[in-house]
């Protein structure tokens, strides 16, 4: 005679056979998946070890990069430190900055450093002239012509000056200092710098003078006032020379 088991009894035996199918598949899933990640952490650490070891990442699988960008990404924000991003507003501005500055770089050795300092006749050499000594050029112009400074220097004297009226002293690029005399104005000031070409005063008639000129002396150290005209001749400045004062 066939057994007859009770349907309530089948269900359950059968739902407990389930269920530990069920609770040994989770079991084998998360051992898997401490495997997994296990391994994932020894690829992390490799690949982070391969970094700080000093590999180029340009020889990094993909798996090692990815590695690698995960392990950077955990690196502390202080140790990410990366070149702030430039905009392409700043950029251009940069561009147009650099090429502003190239003619004027490009123009600086071509500048001249010795110049004429005003472009009238000489009238007078330097040399004795009635029993006195004449230290220097003079130079006719039209009264308020403007004065160039001969050279660089620095402005070391601007105001009166016993004969000449008014008058500029300029210590000039070689030492020597240029006398600008009898100058009607004064347009440079003490302790200014001034490059060769820059105008420092305008054509005077002041002090003992028998008309609208510029009285141009240099001054060596230790020698005192030598004839500007060769000085000049030297430098590429040729002046001429006036007829028998």
């Known amino acids: 005679m066939p057994v007859t088991v009770p349907l309530s009894t089948s269900r359950s035996r059968r739902f407990r056979v389930a269920t530990r199918a069920a ?20 690829a992390d650490a490799t690949a982070a070890g391969q970094l700080i070891a000093g590999k180029s990442p340009a020889v990094l699988t993909d798996a090692e990069a990815h590695n690698a960008t995960q392990f950077i990404a955990f690196t502390p924000p202080e140790a990410q430190s990366a070149p702030e991003a430039v905009s392409w507003e700043e950029h251009q501005m940069a561009a ?44 006719a112009d039209p009264l308020g012509t403007p004065i160039a400074a001969v050279t660089d220097g620095t402005v070391i004297e601007a105001g009166p000056a016993s004969g000449f009226g008014l008058w500029v002293r300029v210590q000039q ?10 100058v009607n104005d004064i347009l440079a000031s003490v302790g200014q710098e001034v490059r060769a070409g820059d105008i420092i005063a305008t054509v005077g008639n002041r002090g003992f003078s028998t008309g609208p000129h510029l009285h141009y002396e240099v001054h060596q150290p230790g020698i005192g006032p030598v004839d500007p005209q060769p000085w000049l001749a030297a430098r590429g400045i040729e002046v001429g020379h006036a007829a028998d004062d």
Do not use: K
Not at 23 to 42: E, K
Not at 173 to 182: A, I, K, N, P
């Open 173 to 182: 690029d070689d030492g020597s200092v240029g006398v600008y005399g009898h």
């Open 23 to 42: 609770a040994v598949t989770a079991i084998v899933s998360a051992a898997f998946g401490v495997l997994a990640a296990t391994d994932h952490q020894q």
């Open 96 to 139: 147009q900055a650099a090429q502003a500055a190239e003619p004027a770089q490009a123009a600086e050795p071509a500048r001249p450093h010795t110049v004429r300092p005003i472009m009238g006749m000489l009238t007078s050499n330097f040399g004795s002239r009635w029993g006195t000594l004449h230290a220097g050029l003079d130079f």
